[in-house]
């Protein structure tokens, strides 16, 4: 298993700019989750997926879409980049175990000029 | 809403028991848990424990909570240079499927000093 890949690892952007960014698990995992996380601001809930077709928002979710159309599968998009979106985002999927572990990504640094 | 205090920075000798910190307000808090983040590197799950336990050990980490001060900590014996990362403290008051909605903490980054 791969578990939770994201690409790119690396981007840059201007404001105004959009793009997605890509997160897919091979786990099978109904629910995944994107987080941002800034300096000396631990992780914060963008929007999270609890299944596909079926997405909801989270602490910080303006700016910010998310479709899940495949249980593989969940980007998410600015439409509109601003340099208050510059973070490292983190995108993670869960297991219904008892341990309800959830499997973290290995990011994306976004810088937004 | 939640929110989960950790101190920001601790610094141990290589060897020595480091002991982190995590203090939480969320009353129904039913699972909480231990993330460590190496450079560069996405989150990883160490340890959790449920609100029904008061203490769980797991090699050298060991998990001590008290309810009643909504205070827990996370111990690592012998600490050794590849602890040295950012360890989050984590909450969610939902089970099973729910627990995709963490409150994290900012994170304490443990320097260990050879």
Known sequence: NAG?????????LKTGQSMTLQCAQDMNHEYMSWYRQDPGMGLRLIHYSVGAGITDQGEVPNGY????????????RLLSAAPSQTSVYFCASTSKGVTDT??????????VL | GEDVEQSLFLSVREGDSSV????????????????????GAGLQLLTYIF????????????????????????????????????????????SGAGSYQLTFGKGTKLSVIP
């Not at chain 1, 495949?70 to 980007?75: A, R």
């Not at chain 2, 203090?23 to 993330?35: H, M, N, P, Q």
Request: glycine share 4%.
């Open chain 2, 51 to 94: 609100s029904n336990m008061d203490m769980k050990q797991d090699q050298r980490l060991t998990v001590l909570l008290n309810k009643k001060d909504k205070h827990l900590s996370l111990r690592i014996a012998d600490t050794q240079t590849g602890d040295s990362a950012i360890y989050f403290c984590a909450e969610s008051p939902y």
């Open chain 2, 20 to 39: 982190i910190n995590c203090t939480y307000t969320d009353s129904s808090s039913t699972y909480l848990y231990w993330y460590k983040q190496e450079p």
């Open chain 1, 65 to 76: 879409n998310v479709s899940r159309s495949t249980t593989e599968d969940f980007p998410l």
């Open chain 1, 102 to 111: 959830q499997y973290f990504g290995p990011g994306t640094r976004l810088t």
């Open chain 1, 4 to 12: 939770v890949t994201q690409t790119p690892k690396f981007q840059v």
